[in-house]
């Protein structure tokens, strides 16, 4: 006998042993089968599960558990992200706590070895609760950005693409962040709000004594490196001086004033003080009138020779405070303005970051986008949602160089080496390289190869065909690529999902899935984005520990409609876990009445209504559900399941056989067991890839195979019947409509009524007016109802008339209801209710708590306002009601 309550604690681990040690999740099992391919997006080797984990691979591990059954060779490729500063940061850590012992005290080597040591000791705790969520990733192929075969293909990449003129080295402008000395990506820029100053300067105008150009800037320090100010071309303010000179105070430079589109002439004074080394938008205007470039910074962002002495080896910020001071002694300090902006921090440093001129690597990916573009307009790759399509176009066709090159230890260091005299060599090794050189001089040389690594997203572009073993010819490369579908977020189309296209068209001349998903934002129940600042953080572990691992899955998917971000609670998991408490509790019923054994039954010889119903009713489940997986509407696949097995099969369907279950007919006792079994067993199939543990756990109480290698079911054709669908929902409708008017009534809940019908319409009513019918029970009991009477005339007085389909019946209530002690109850509800929504309109039809509150708030409002309006209408038909019983 199944224990009274499902304990996930006890069996998931046990489960997903069994699950390993049968090799269900191994690929090539099948070579007859069509391939079918997810690559898993690579979690950081530092990294945790967090939620935006958890419905990811919630939702690709529905996927490969839906394809597995439906007899694919499913390849779920599993993996890890060597996350150069966020694992580099974590050893650095870990040294200056042992004894304040930095990196370069060590040495580059034995740096490397102390970060492998670390990888493979503390390394990787995410993929241990990636099985604790139970994905079903084929394990025995995990892969890592640094292990020896995806190193290759990042060796050959780079080398190719340096060749063919795609990768070289440039001097502009990138993401410095002076904790780490290294260039970082957009990703790793976190711009916060900051309430902070907008500085006035006045510059003077060389030879026009007196007369002044005024900028403004919120970085008064960087004005130490400008080298022009600029002014829009058709402003009128400012066109007899285009040309002219200004002297920089402080620093005696005379720079130019140049026209440039960049000035806004309806912003400040109209003019743009510009300093190319240390500002994006002041770089293209630098480069576009050949402006000079001056570093004012060193890597650690105090202030370098570059400067007037005075401020040399000064921190940045005290920098600031130093030129204004001596500004404002100077007069040219025109006024300070208080000013909100963003300001860029470095995500793992927690510094402000500096736009810094630095000689580094780039991609030309301007040449690389131009077919990624094509592809995704041909069609070739869709978006699911399609919106998200926009944003890849957007970037890619405002696509930047992309700088690869980090200044860190831990990555793949770039394969290059310079000569004596500077001269680069790329190759995919140092003995390819010597020879280039010796070559190139005529002799052996010694060669220094570049200190740099590359960009992290540079070998996670390759993760579609790098794991499948590439470069090298690998059958795996042959069978798995391209992959099926990419299960991503949004905010990293730029970063990853475009540069995997843009490398998968270079080297395997196609794209490397033909389906993006862009999941949702899993946000907090208020629907606040989740951060340790706001203290909002949900960890899926505790919710797993909590309530299961299936209760969590299921209420990802469940609320995983597209374009919609998730409002997580812990109130909607728990009432998932009572959905899984409410199919344990039907297997034990079905247990209990031996209706476990499906083995020889045919659904199409049903003789019962009832089983004719449930019959058609699982099959139409099954087109839903399996319509809504494909078209990854995972949202309506989980919510046709919840509806089916809660409502059609635990709420009516076991209820409406009990009779038959406990009557003397025997052949009619054998049909409902067996089609009570055969609709368990479809239930558990279809719900495996939602909740794979107690569907796992339920199966093997009458199998000794696993379900999780089963055959997804398949529709039978004619198995709906439509007079027993219509016998059976007005049956339904009939008993839903008693209790509906009894609950709004408040008709004591023990209290058993007295229902008529008029003669016309008994032949709408036959389960319920035949007492020999076989639901006639059953209804009486769900219903409360304790006799029914034909009438020849109309209702008696006392008789609530409630409309069913086309005829009506009518509920005696009079002498089960003190009808003056309810009318007093509803119009006292009535009027709470509407003094709450006059208080509800109050807030609502104040501008200012509308543009105040936040968003949430006055959503709640609404959505509060709505509520109490439709209880008062239920309140106001219920006292109609009552009227019609005086």
Same mark, same amino acid.
């Given at each position: 006998?199944?224990?009274?309550?499902?304990?996930?604690?006890?069996?998931?681990?046990?489960?997903?042993?069994?699950?390993?040690?049968?090799?269900?999740?191994?690929?090539?099992?099948?070579?007859?089968?069509?391939?079918?391919?997810?690559?898993?997006?690579?979690?950081?080797?530092?990294?945790?599960?967090?939620?935006?984990?958890?419905?990811?691979?919630?939702?690709?591990?529905?996927?490969?558990?839906?394809?597995?059954?439906?007899g694919?060779?499913?390849?779920?490729?599993?993996?890890?992200?060597?996350?150069?500063?966020?694992?580099?940061?974590?050893?650095?850590?870990?040294?200056?706590?042992?004894?304040?012992?930095?990196?370069?005290?060590?040495?580059?080597?034995?740096?490397?070895?102390?970060?492998?040591?670390?990888?493979?000791?503390?390394?990787g705790?995410?993929?241990?609760?990636?099985?604790?969520?139970?994905?079903?990733?084929?394990?025995?192929?995990?892969?890592?950005?640094?292990?020896?075969?995806?190193?290759?293909?990042?060796?050959?990449?780079?080398?190719?693409?340096?060749?063919?003129?795609?990768?070289?080295?440039?001097?502009?402008?990138?993401?410095?962040?002076?904790?780490?000395?290294?260039?970082?990506?957009?990703?790793?820029?976190?711009?916060?709000?900051?309430?902070?100053?907008?500085?006035?300067?006045?510059?003077?105008?060389?030879?026009?004594?007196?007369?002044?150009?005024?900028?403004?800037?919120?970085?008064?320090?960087?004005?130490?490196?400008?080298?022009?100010?600029?002014?829009?071309p058709?402003?009128?303010?400012?066109?007899?001086?285009?040309?002219?000179?200004?002297e920089?105070?402080?620093?005696?430079?005379?720079?130019?004033?140049?026209?440039?589109?960049?000035?806004?002439?309806?912003?400040?004074?109209?003019?743009?003080?510009?300093?190319?080394?240390?500002?994006?938008?002041?770089?293209?205007?630098?480069?576009?009138?050949?402006?000079?470039?001056?570093?004012?910074?060193?890597?650690?962002?105090?202030?370098?020779?570059?400067?007037?002495?005075?401020?040399?080896?000064?921190?940045?910020?005290?920098?600031?405070?130093?030129?204004?001071?001596?500004?404002?002694?100077?007069?040219?300090?025109?006024?300070?303005?208080?000013h909100?902006?963003?300001?860029?921090?470095?995500?793992?440093?927690?510094?402000?970051?500096?736009?810094?001129?630095?000689?580094?690597?780039?991609?030309?990916?301007?040449?690389?986008?131009?077919?990624?573009?094509?592809a995704?307009?041909?069609?070739?790759?869709?978006?699911?949602?399609?919106?998200?399509?926009?944003?890849?176009?957007?970037?890619?066709?405002?696509?930047?160089?992309?700088c690869i090159?980090?200044?860190?230890?831990?990555?793949?260091?770039?394969?290059?080496?310079?000569?004596?005299?500077?001269?680069?060599?790329?190759?995919?090794?140092?003995?390819?390289?010597?020879?280039?050189?010796?070559?190139?001089?005529?002799?052996?040389?010694?060669?220094?190869?570049?200190?740099?690594?590359?960009?992290?997203?540079?070998?996670?572009?390759?993760?579609?065909?790098?794991?499948?073993?590439?470069?090298?010819?690998?059958?795996?490369?042959?069978?798995?690529?391209?992959?099926?579908?990419?299960?991503?977020?949004?905010?990293?189309?730029?970063?990853?999902?475009?540069?995997?296209?843009?490398?998968?068209?270079?080297?395997?001349?196609?794209?490397?899935?033909?389906?993006?998903?862009?999941?949702?934002?899993?946000?907090?129940?208020?629907?606040?984005?989740?951060s340790?600042?706001?203290?909002?953080?949900?960890?899926?572990?505790?919710?797993?520990?909590?309530?299961?691992?299936?209760?969590l899955?299921?209420?990802?998917?469940?609320? %995983? $409609?597209? &374009?919609?971000?998730?409002?997580?609670?812990? *109130?909607?998991?728990?009432? #998932?876990?009572? +959905?899984?408490?409410? !199919?344990?509790?039907?297997?034990?019923?079905?247990?209990?009445?031996?209706?476990?054994?499906?083995?020889?039954?045919?659904?199409?010889?049903?003789?019962?209504?009832?089983?004719?119903?449930?019959?058609?009713?699982?099959?139409?489940?099954?087109?839903?559900?399996?319509?809504?997986?494909?078209?990854?509407?995972?949202?309506? %696949? $989980?919510? &046709?399941?919840?509806?089916?097995?809660?409502? *059609?099969f635990?709420?009516? #369907?076991?209820? +409406?056989?009990?009779? !038959?279950?406990?009557?003397?007919?025997?052949?009619?006792?054998?049909?409902?067991r067996?089609?009570?079994?055969?609709?368990?067993?479809?239930?558990?199939?279809?719900l495996?890839?939602?909740?794979?543990?107690?569907?796992?756990?339920?199966?093997?109480?009458?199998?000794?195979?696993?379900?999780?290698?089963?055959?997804?079911?398949?529709?039978?054709?004619?198995?709906?019947?439509?007079?027993?669908?219509?016998?059976?929902?007005?049956?339904?409708?009939?008993?839903?409509?008693?209790?509906?008017?009894?609950?709004?009534?408040?008709?004591?809940?023990?209290?058993?009524?007295?229902?008529?019908?008029?003669?016309?319409?008994?032949?709408?009513?036959?389960?319920?007016v035949?007492?020999?019918?076989?639901?006639?029970?059953?209804?009486?009991?769900?219903?409360?109802?304790?006799?029914?009477?034909?009438?020849?005339?109309?209702?008696?007085r006392?008789?609530?008339?409630?409309?069913?389909?086309?005829?009506?019946?009518?509920?005696?209530?009079?002498?089960?209801?003190?009808?003056?002690?309810?009318?007093?109850?509803?119009?006292?509800?009535?009027?709470?209710?509407?003094?709450?929504v006059?208080?509800?309109d109050?807030?609502?039809?104040?501008?200012?708590?509308?543009?105040?509150?936040?968003?949430?708030?006055v959503?709640?409002?609404?959505?509060?306002?709505?509520?109490?309006?439709?209880?008062?209408?239920?309140?106001?038909?219920?006292?109609?009601?009552?009227?019609?019983?005086?």
């Open positions: 006998m199944l224990d009274k309550t499902f304990q996930p604690d006890a069996v998931e681990s046990e489960i997903y042993a069994l699950w390993e040690d049968a090799e269900a999740f191994a690929c090539g099992k099948r070579p007859d089968a069509k391939p079918y391919t997810i690559v898993i997006p690579p979690p950081n080797v530092t990294g945790s599960l967090h939620m935006g984990h958890a419905l990811n691979n919630t939702l690709q591990d529905i996927m490969a558990r839906f394809e597995r059954m439906r694919k060779d499913v390849l779920w490729q599993p993996g890890m992200d060597h996350a150069g500063i966020a694992t580099q940061m974590v050893v650095e850590r870990q040294l200056a706590e042992e004894g304040n012992i930095g990196r370069r005290d060590m040495g580059r080597q034995a740096f490397l070895d102390r970060v492998w040591s670390w990888k493979e000791e503390s390394g705790t995410i993929i241990n609760q990636l099985r604790r969520l139970g994905a079903s990733c084929d394990w025995s192929r995990e892969r890592f950005t640094m292990d020896e075969g995806l190193s290759r293909a990042v060796l050959k990449v780079f080398v190719e693409w340096y060749r063919d003129g795609l990768i070289y080295k440039d001097k502009r402008l990138v993401n410095w962040d002076p904790e780490f000395e290294s260039a970082i990506s957009d990703l790793e820029v976190d711009p916060r709000e900051t309430n902070g100053s907008m500085w006035h300067f006045r510059y003077p105008i060389v030879g026009e004594e007196g007369r002044y150009i005024v900028v403004a800037t919120t970085r008064p320090e960087t004005m130490l490196g400008d080298t022009g100010v600029a002014v829009h058709d402003d009128d303010r400012y066109k007899d001086v285009i040309g002219k000179m200004v920089l105070p402080l620093v005696g430079r005379h720079i130019p004033i140049v026209a440039d589109d960049y000035a806004d002439p309806e912003q400040g004074s109209g003019a743009v003080k510009i300093t190319p080394a240390h500002d994006f938008n002041d770089f293209d205007v630098g480069r576009r009138n050949d402006l000079e470039m001056i570093n004012i910074f060193t890597s650690k962002a105090a202030i370098n020779e570059n400067a007037p002495e005075k401020y040399q080896g000064m921190d940045r910020f005290a920098a600031r405070d130093a030129v204004v001071a001596d500004l404002d002694a100077l007069g040219l300090l025109e006024k300070v303005e208080d909100v902006l963003a300001v860029p921090y470095g995500d793992r440093s927690n510094v402000v970051i500096e736009p810094w001129l630095t000689d580094q690597w780039y991609v030309d990916a301007e040449t690389l986008a131009k077919p990624a573009i094509e995704v307009e041909r069609g070739e790759t869709v978006f699911v949602p399609r919106h998200w399509e926009n944003t890849y176009f957007e970037w890619l066709r405002n696509i930047q160089p992309w090159s980090r200044q860190l230890w831990w990555g793949h260091q770039i394969p290059a080496w310079y000569g004596p005299d500077g001269e680069v060599f790329v190759a995919e090794s140092e003995e390819d390289a010597q020879q280039q050189a010796a070559q190139h001089y005529g002799k052996a040389v010694e060669l220094t190869q570049d200190e740099d690594v590359l960009d992290t997203w540079f070998s996670s572009q390759l993760w579609p065909f790098s794991t499948l073993g590439w470069p090298e010819d690998t059958p795996e490369v042959d069978r798995y690529y391209q992959t099926d579908v990419l299960f991503t977020a949004f905010d990293i189309i730029f970063f990853w999902v475009a540069r995997m296209i843009m490398a998968g068209i270079y080297f395997k001349r196609e794209v490397p899935f033909h389906t993006v998903y862009i999941h949702a934002l899993v946000r907090d129940e208020q629907g606040q984005k989740m340790k600042s706001k203290g909002n953080i949900v960890d899926p572990l505790d919710l797993v520990d909590q309530y299961g691992a299936d209760a899955r299921f209420t990802l998917a469940a609320m %995983a $409609a597209q &374009g919609r971000d998730i409002q997580l609670s812990t *109130n909607r998991v728990e009432g #998932y876990r009572n +959905f899984g408490t409410k !199919l344990w509790n039907a297997y034990r019923f079905c247990d209990m009445n031996e209706a476990l054994d499906a083995s020889g039954f045919d659904p199409s010889g049903c003789t019962q209504p009832v089983n004719r119903w449930i019959v058609g009713e699982t099959v139409s489940t099954l087109h839903a559900v399996t319509e809504g997986i494909e078209a990854y509407r995972f949202n309506d %696949a $989980a919510g &046709g399941l919840y509806q089916f097995i809660w409502h *059609n635990c709420d009516w #369907y076991l209820e +409406f056989i009990k009779p !038959l279950l406990n009557g003397d007919d025997e052949d009619v006792k054998a049909e409902t067996q089609t009570t079994a055969w609709v368990m067993e479809q239930i558990l199939r279809l495996h890839p939602f909740m794979p543990f107690m569907t796992e756990h339920l199966w093997r109480q009458t199998h000794d195979d696993l379900l999780i290698l089963q055959d997804w079911p398949k529709p039978e054709l004619g198995l709906a019947d439509a007079t027993a669908r219509t016998e059976i929902e007005s049956v339904i409708a009939l008993i839903s409509e008693i209790r509906t008017v009894r609950a709004e009534m408040n008709v004591p809940a023990g209290a058993k009524i007295l229902v008529a019908v008029r003669s016309g319409e008994v032949g709408a009513f036959p389960a319920l035949d007492d020999a019918a076989v639901l006639n029970p059953v209804i009486k009991r769900l219903a409360r109802v304790e006799t029914v009477e034909t009438l020849d005339g109309d209702f008696p006392g008789t609530v008339q409630v409309p069913v389909g086309e005829a009506t019946i009518g509920l005696l209530l009079a002498d089960v209801l003190d009808v003056d002690a309810e009318r007093a109850r509803l119009t006292k509800e009535i009027e709470k209710a509407t003094k709450e006059e208080n509800v109050k807030r609502l039809n104040n501008p200012s708590f509308v543009a105040k509150a936040p968003e949430h708030v959503a709640e409002q609404r959505e509060r306002r709505e509520e109490y309006a439709q209880l008062i209408e239920k309140l106001k038909e219920a006292l109609k009601r009552l009227d019609d019983l005086s």
